[in-house]
């Protein structure tokens, strides 16, 4: 039997249907693909209006859970890629089982920011590595990378850098560590709008990472920028 909205409750019934359908999805009920009900079925299964219905959906569509494909209704979208945290991981290992590639849309020596120049201690005439890649997963653009790395290094610009970067490190006898990582919310940019084949501004996760080598020197900044319809981390905590 379906559950039913509680009318008299102080709780808005759009929210009442949301957590409904999200406790479907989260149980594996409606699975990824599955074709929700339309508006008119929920409008009949719980005496609610149009209205209600479609600002629970819009809701839900906006935090990733559904999708909207026009002439065939609602769907549950795929499940977000998670990352577990702390672990220190490139983008292929972090990818490692998916159908997932790097496509290099920029490698060149460049002046960074002042900002990122003072986070990798370079001099003021010191120019960086400067990388930036598209990271596809499944068919579809996932996010943004945008890596420094202190010219000193001299990494080759004739590399194949849709490669693991931390493989590449290696191979050029830099060792990582560990980094610090800082995660916050954030909305596109046009460049990410137009790489990442939107239509509209999206919310973001952006990750800026600084890894540092056995020895303790910074030898890399990166600014993820991920679709957050796509893309959470997860960390374990332990109270003692």
């Known amino acids: 039997m379906t559950r039913q ?9 759009y929210y009442q249907l949301k957590e409904f359908i999200l406790e479907k999805i989260e149980s594996d009920e ?3 693909g599955h074709l929700i009900p339309s508006e008119e079925d929920f409008q009949r299964m719980f005496s609610i209006s149009r209205i209600t219905v479609r600002r629970a959906i819009e809701l839900l569509a906006n935090e990733g859970f559904l999708e909207k494909q026009k002439g065939k209704g609602t769907f549950v979208r795929k499940r977000k890629i998670e990352e577990q945290l702390p672990r220190l991981t490139s983008f292929t290992e972090e990818m490692r089982g998916r159908e997932a590639k790097k496509e290099v849309i920029f490698v060149g020596y460049t002046k960074p920011t ?3 120049a003072k986070i990798l201690g370079l001099s003021p ?3 960086a590595f400067h990388l930036k890649r598209l990271m596809v997963v499944e068919g579809s653009p ?4 945008y890596s420094y790395i202190p010219g000193r290094y001299g990494l080759s610009l004739e590399e194949d850098y849709s490669r693991s970067l931390y493989d590449i ?3 050029n006898g830099i060792r990582l560590s560990e980094a610090d990582q800082i995660i916050e919310a ?3 940019t046009r460049e990410e709008i137009l790489l990442l ?4 501004p999206f919310p973001t996760l952006v990750i800026n990472r600084t890894a540092y080598s056995v020895q303790g020197v910074p030898v890399e900044f990166t600014k993820g920028v991920y679709h957050a319809a796509r893309y959470r981390y997860s960390v374990k905590l332990t109270r003692y």
């Open 5 to 13: 909205l509680d009318h008299t409750s102080l709780i808005p019934l």
């Open 197 to 200: 084949g939107s239509k509209a």
């Open 186 to 188: 954030s909305m596109s």
């Open 142 to 145: 996932l996010g943004v990378l």
């Open 114 to 116: 002042p900002g990122i």
């Open 30 to 32: 409606w699975h990824e």
């Open 125 to 127: 005439d010191e120019e």
């Open 169 to 171: 490190l290696e191979t």
